[in-house]
């Protein structure tokens, strides 16, 4: 059974940085492309940065390029999201998954709040 389980989130003052963490099991991150995502209150759920499972290469939404870090730990099963530089519109919920999502492996996300 695949779970993803985001982790690291919390609340920081505008200015700020949180690192998330997006452990996986019964499935390996390394064969898939993985997504961060985010869902702020009465929005839809967007795609913010992912990262290729074959040569690192990365992608970041405009919204968060050159703040955000995407990372992964092959070995850790890990994949991290560096966030700084943090505004209050990146409060949300955040999530990872495949890219494109797949919808069973949506877990519960952790919450972002920015605000002073």
């Known amino acids: 059974q695949v779970q993803l389980v985001e982790s690291g989130g919390g609340l920081v003052q505008p200015g700020g940085s949180l690192r998330l963490s997006c452990a996986a099991s019964?499935?390996?991150?390394?064969?898939?492309?993985i997504g961060w995502y985010r869902q702020a209150p009465g929005k839809e759920r967007e795609g913010v940065s992912c990262?290729?499972?074959?040569?690192?290469?990365?992608y970041y939404g405009d919204s968060v390029k050159g703040r955000f870090t995407i990372s992964r730990d092959n070995a850790k099963n890990t994949v991290y999201l560096q966030m700084n530089s943090l505004k209050p519109e990146d409060t949300a919920v955040y999530y990872c998954?495949?890219?494109?999502?797949?919808?069973?492996?949506w877990g519960q996300g952790t919450q972002v709040t920015v605000s002073s």
């Open positions: 990262i290729s499972n074959s040569d690192g290469s990365t």
């Open positions: 998954n495949a890219y494109p999502p797949i919808r069973d492996y």
């Open positions: 019964g499935f390996s991150l390394d064969r898939r492309v």
